[in-house]
């Protein structure tokens, strides 16, 4: 990462794990773990199920920790059974959502067009979005990955201006290495992270990709994140598994620290 023009930000994924109880707890623990640390030049980030969410905040409440959610609809109110707006999020004290989760594509039919309202709407609402893009096995073994990203980015960012950008952190994710155990090597992560730079300084400025937070995201654990973490273009990352356990989120913090 370079913090010299970007902020880090670690967030953890809790995915479809842990009851209220459970949530307030492991945030408690999250708290204690990093207990006496100066956490100020890093953003750190626990995305929650819904029903996590008060239970959540209120254990974070002054801490350095902020809250997050897995997903949000688009539409502000209305006729869509099971689904969360952007502004009851923000009025659960919820600060971030991810948007464009690779589990959200493959199982729940997530298209890039309806991330881009996705992330439309939560950005409207006052909420940082933290945008998952990643290729699939195959297209990395076809060699089009940095196709693949370039146009997730361009469609999942239609219509966001300049500074709306500054509300944006993009989450690079291979698909094959989330929750298999196999992380890109920091190589294969810096390149996709350096190619996403590149698309953003087409689609918007140069000094606008310098300043974009872009996370890596894919079996990242407290063993291999230094050298991740090290790299120029990765300002971070997006931790499924790892962030369950506060011992290893905490080492993690603790690498982008
Ligand atoms: P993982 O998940 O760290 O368990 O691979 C990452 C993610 O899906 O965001």
Redesign the pocket.
Known sequence: MNKKYRRAVIAG?W?MNKLPAEAAQLVEAIKAENAGADNSNVTVVCCVPYVDIDAAVKAAKGSFIHIGAENCHWEKSGAFTGEISADMLVACGVEYV?IG???RRQYFGETDLTVNKRVKAALEAGLQVIL?VGELLEQREQGITEEIISMQVKIDLADITEEQMKNIII?Y?PVW????GKTATAEQADEVCEAIRKTLGALYTPALAEATTIQY?????AKNCEELLAKEHVDGG??????LKAPDFTAIIKAAR
């Open positions: 994924n995915k991810i989760h690779s589990e998952c989450a994710e290495a989330i929750g298999t995201g894919g079996s990242m654990n997006l931790i499924g598994g790892a962030s």
